[in-house]
């Protein structure tokens, strides 16, 4: 999430040296950056979206590698990632506009309308794993804990919310086998603000 984001695979430019190669990783959309960088900025060292003490550990996920675990309990509602150091936003066309954007497409999350922003460094939010049963609830690039959540818990999110209308991921869910398509902005906002209602009731 970059913001997440996340969203998230395939790294070349940006590994981590002590980390493998994530092309061999089924991936998450929070993990997935670009190679070559053409982006316009750098990146900003340092920075962390993540609130609650946590650790990367292996996703209880089938096939997803990495995930994002929290290493104290949180209640319901308790903001879980927040965004920082988002340098600019971009819109679905002028990402598409890029000469490398088969590359940057997967590693964009939508922020909110038609802005979504790119990540080409390497933020642990980028372990945030997919679920059509999270238990983090994505709105305006802000997490929330979708219920009370014990120690341990990994951190997943909902990526239609991520992703642009009608664009499917390369890969499906791993507990329903169902297609992963992103939702209208007016769909997603409507429902993303009704579950936090809902969350803060």
């Known amino acids: 999430m970059t913001g997440a984001g996340s ?4 790294i070349a430019a940006a590994q981590r040296p002590s980390e493998p190669r ?3 990783w089924v991936p998450s959309r929070l993990n997935r950056l670009p190679s070559p960088r053409v982006l316009d900025f750098a990146p900003l060292v340092g920075a962390t979206m993540i609130l609650p003490r946590y ?3 292996a996703s209880a996920i089938p096939g997803a590698g990495k995930g994002v675990f929290i290493d104290d309990p949180v209640p319901r509602g308790t903001v879980l990632i927040a965004p920082d150091a988002i340098p600019r936003t971009w819109s679905f066309e002028e990402v598409n ?3 490398n954007a088969s590359e940057l497409l997967p590693a964009t999350v939508r922020w909110f309308e ?6 080409d460094d390497w933020p642990d939010e980028c372990f945030v794993n997919h679920s059509f049963v999270p ?3 994505w709105h305006l690039g802000f997490i929330f804990a979708s219920a009370p959540l014990p120690a341990g818990t990994e951190i997943t999110v909902d990526y239609r919310h991520l992703l642009a209308p009608g664009q499917e991921e390369d890969f499906r ?3 329903s ?3 992963i398509v992103g939702y209208n902005w007016n769909e997603s906002l409507r429902m993303s603000s009704q579950a936090l209602l809902e969350l803060l009731a």
């Open 22 to 24: 994530l092309d061999s």
């Open 177 to 179: 086998g169902k297609r």
């Open 97 to 99: 506009a890029l000469p």
């Open 7 to 10: 969203r998230l695979r395939r």
């Open 114 to 119: 038609n802005r979504y922003t790119i990540s």
């Open 135 to 137: 238990t983090g609830l």
């Open 173 to 175: 869910d791993a507990q």
């Open 55 to 57: 650790h990367i550990g």
